[in-house]
């Protein structure tokens, strides 16, 4: 499908998108389906998404799977939840190459049932020479644990810039800050994804259940978020190809701002 979004000259840059997949068990019951029939049209949902993705200007895409605190949701769905991701890893894989697609995955590997991580391991190199699309998915997750385990890393290394920081919360060198967020099923919180990533991160919430997203709701977040002045504590709006990653540009937008007002 293809999106009726009227880009701007200026998202030719390729944006970071992180999206909370939530809906999936309400989606089901209020069709009388059990809860994993909501988590597996989910999945198909993740297929529509990361096709439409690139078209629309997404260069990555973090998608929000599993969350450090679902381990205590009832085992049963844990398991089911545990046998999709497997499902994926050895179904999804060869489509992602085809489709120039990178995948990797962020937050805990020690936890996940035996077999996972080795999997994930080999879908992130067989993918490894994807450029359409950086597809990123949270599993295990937890941002403030992101955060806490970098500070940890960093005790004792000296002064640190930003960039250096944000690199070893991501665990990766040079990842776009995130610049939009979207929620699907109408909840309105961040729930502990992409705190650091996201600290300037446009927010978009949506009714619609994950179930449901398809690339006009995409569409329809992206739209939204271009018509949206990114200022970043500053006075004047900057453009997706100017956004400060580190203090020196952030001082020196707050000098242009500061002209501009004297002037």
């Given at each position: ?167 070893l919360i991501t665990g990766e060198a040079g990842l776009r800050d995130v610049d939009l967020i979207i929620r699907t099923s109408g909840e309105k919180r961040l729930s502990d994804f992409l705190l650091w990533e996201g600290a300037y991160a446009e927010l978009h919430f949506t009714e619609r259940m994950w179930p449901e997203f398809d690339a006009d709701d995409l569409a329809d977040a992206l739209g939204s978020f271009h018509r ?36």
């Open positions: 499908m293809q999106s009726n979004v009227a880009l701007k000259p200026e998202a030719a840059i390729r944006l970071h998108v992180g999206i909370i997949m939530d809906g999936n068990g309400r989606w089901a019951t209020r069709r009388g389906l059990s809860r994993l029939r909501g988590h597996e049209a989910g999945v198909e949902a993740i297929r529509r998404i990361v096709e439409a993705a690139p078209d629309q200007g997404v260069g990555t895409l973090t998608l929000y799977a599993f969350s450090s605190d679902n381990w205590r949701r009832p085992k049963a769905e844990v398991a089911a939840l545990m046998g999709l991701l497997r499902f994926y890893l050895a179904n999804e894989i060869a489509a992602l190459v085809r489709n120039g697609v990178r995948l990797t995955v962020i937050g805990r590997r020690d936890r996940l049932p035996d077999g996972i991580a080795a999997a994930i391991t080999r879908a992130e190199a067989e993918t490894a020479g994807g450029t359409t699309l950086h597809l990123r998915i949270a599993i295990d997750y937890s941002a403030r644990d992101a955060i806490l385990n970098a500070a940890a890393r960093a005790a004792g290394a000296g002064e640190l810039s930003r960039e250096t920081f944000a690199d949206r002045e990114r200022r970043f504590g500053g006075l004047t709006a900057i453009a997706p190809a100017e956004v400060p990653h580190d203090p020196e540009k952030c001082e020196a937008v707050f000098r242009k701002d500061h002209a501009q007002t004297r002037s």
